[in-house]
Every structure is written in C-alpha cells, then in structure tokens.
C-alpha cells in the first residue's frame, strides 16, 4: 500500500451497477425412475419429475438433453425392496463394492451410473457403482 502511495497514482474506483444482469446457474432437472428392465433400460414414460415415494429406486440428474447420471435413492423403503429383489431392481444398473448384505441399512452410490435417451427408452450407458452399508 506504501508503494502504491509513493507512486502518484490514485485509486481506480470500482463501482458495481444494478445494471448488470448476473447470470443464474442453469437449473438442474431432476427425474426418477422405478427398477429398470432385465437389460438395463429404463422406460421413458415411468422416469419422472415427481419422486414416487412407493416405487421409485433411482434419480436422474440430465447432464443435457439426452443424458443423464443415476443414483439409487438411499432410502428406508427402497432399500428394503432393493435387497428383497436384489436381481430386479439392482443388478441391471449397479456394479458393486462389497458382497451383498441382507441387513444393509443403506445402499451408497459410489459412482454414478449414465444412461442416455434413445425414443421413449433410457439406456443403460455406465453402470452406477454401490455399496451395502
């Protein structure tokens, strides 16, 4: 600041204007999707923006228009259906971390899978990797 004195230079003034429109973070949008089908895919007209708290097992964050990532949701009910009907509704989509557990209280998602929009079908791109906890 000294140095800054010594110089003979005055202080450029900043002024910020209410004018200047500031740029929003692009929303993401959200769906979720029921178990998928025996090949992975997901069927386009089940995968929706409103979370199904009775059979809804995974949520969708598009990447763009015809992508999206995928985790399961770690939740009480979809656990216990998830472990129930492990070959159903996990197997499909998911890689896993650790040996299946019967008593797991929680499945993480470790990495998130990718699936991409083919017509009125989401299909299965990367496998999502999980873990029993």
């Known amino acids: 600041m000294e140095n800054f004195r010594k110089s003979n230079q005055k202080p450029i003034n900043l002024k910020t204007s209410s004018n200047i429109p500031l740029k929003e973070a692009p929303k ?3 769906l979720f999707a029921p178990a998928p089908d025996k090949d992975g895919s997901f069927n386009g007209s089940v995968v929706v923006p409103v979370e199904n708290q009775s059979s809804s097992f995974y949520k969708f964050t598009l990447i763009d ?3 999206a990532e995928f985790e399961f949701i770690n ?3 979809a656990v216990r259906d998830a472990l129930s009907s492990y070959e159903m509704i996990l197997k499909p ?3 896993f971390n ?9 499945i993480i998602t470790n990495k998130k899978g990718i699936v991409v929009q083919n017509n009125n079908k989401w299909t299965l791109n990367t496998k999502s990797e999980i873990t029993y906890e």
């Open 28 to 30: 993401q949008i959200i």
């Open 65 to 67: 228009k015809n992508r």
């Open 93 to 95: 989509v998911c890689t």
């Open 75 to 77: 939740n009480d009910r």
């Open 98 to 106: 650790n040996a299946l557990n019967q008593n797991a209280k929680r």
